[in-house]
């Protein structure tokens, strides 16, 4: 039977020096340092078998699979279906007052952590990526597809792989920036999981400016 691989790729560094919960919200292109994330991404992937090039319908995912797909003259294909998760919380401002996520007014947003109550269940999020993943299975067979993501879905859907509850810590989340979980599968059957990080020698100069992102997790 065919062996596939489908690379879930977290998009690098976001322009967002005002620390806005930038959400689903448009107009957040990569940094100077994201660009350099998304080429390095290319040149790991131009030893691979890369037959399709599948990204989230917003701008800092698209920008980070563009040097991929130009290198094997493929067209991004937009999925909503890889989108980042929904929020209630988009567009605040953190970084000039995190204790408003305290205020009364968001108390009810907080009554079920496990859904969670204030965003998108889990379980819709896995459902969906589980969607995209499989059609990509269907057009990459034999060889290798990548899907440029968001940490919140791809850690969602790892956790669901790995049998673990879909709730969890934000702070504790092993998927960096332009990182790759490799899903590789025997037919439709997954055999393995990896996780790696092709742009781990320059992740040391976003990690401050990245929530979820901590430099336990950065490998030298």
Same mark, same amino acid.
């Given at each position: 039977?065919?062996?596939?691989?489908?690379?879930?790729?977290?998009?690098?560094?976001?322009?967002?020096?005002? %620390?806005?919960?930038? %959400?689903?919200?448009? %107009?957040?292109?990569?940094?100077?340092?994201?660009? +350099?994330?998304? @080429?390095?991404?290319?040149?790991?992937?131009? *030893?691979?078998?890369?037959?399709?090039?599948?990204?989230?319908?917003?701008? $800092?995912?698209?920008?980070?699979?563009?040097?991929?797909?130009?290198?094997?003259?493929?067209?991004?294909?937009?999925?909503?279906?890889?989108?980042?998760?929904?929020?209630?919380?988009?567009?605040?401002?953190?970084?000039?007052?995190?204790?408003?996520? !305290?205020?009364?007014?968001?108390?009810?947003?907080?009554?079920?952590?496990?859904?969670?109550?204030?965003?998108?269940?889990?379980?819709?999020?896995?459902?969906?990526?589980?969607?995209?993943?499989? *059609? !990509?299975?269907? @057009?990459?067979?034999?060889?290798?597809?990548?899907?440029?993501?968001?940490?919140?879905?791809?850690?969602?859907?790892?956790?669901?792989?790995? $049998?673990?509850?879909?709730?969890?810590?934000?702070? +504790?989340?092993?998927?960096?920036?332009?990182?790759?979980?490799?899903?590789?599968?025997?037919?439709? @059957?997954?055999?393995?999981? *990896?996780?790696?990080?092709?742009?781990?020698?320059?992740?040391?100069? !976003?990690?401050?400016?990245?929530?979820?992102?901590?430099? !336990?997790?950065?490998?030298?």
């Amino acid at each position: 039977m065919d062996i596939t691989t489908i690379h879930l790729v977290r998009h690098g560094e976001v322009d967002n020096p005002e %620390g806005v919960l930038y %959400g689903r919200r448009p %107009g957040f292109h990569l940094t100077e340092l994201g660009h +350099k994330m998304a @080429q390095k991404l290319g040149e790991t992937f131009a *030893d691979h078998d890369i037959r399709a090039v599948i990204t989230s319908p917003l701008e $800092r995912a698209i920008e980070t699979g563009t040097p991929t797909a130009q290198h094997f003259g493929l067209e991004i294909q937009i999925d909503e279906r890889v989108i980042e998760a929904d929020n209630k919380f988009e567009g605040l401002d953190i970084n000039s007052d995190r204790w408003q996520l !305290a205020q009364p007014k968001f108390w009810p947003w907080y009554v079920n952590p496990l859904e969670p109550s204030w965003g998108e269940p889990y379980k819709d999020v896995v459902a969906r990526m589980s969607g995209a993943i499989s *059609d !990509a299975l269907t @057009q990459a067979s034999g060889g290798e597809a990548v899907i440029v993501s968001h940490q919140l879905p791809i850690w969602t859907m790892r956790r669901f792989i790995d $049998r673990l509850p879909l709730a969890h810590d934000p702070r +504790k989340r092993e998927c960096s920036l332009a990182s790759v979980t490799s899903l590789t599968f025997v037919g439709r @059957q997954l055999i393995s999981l *990896d996780y790696w990080e092709p742009v781990g020698d320059i992740l040391a100069l !976003a990690a401050d400016m990245v929530p979820g992102t901590s430099k !336990a997790q950065i490998k030298k």
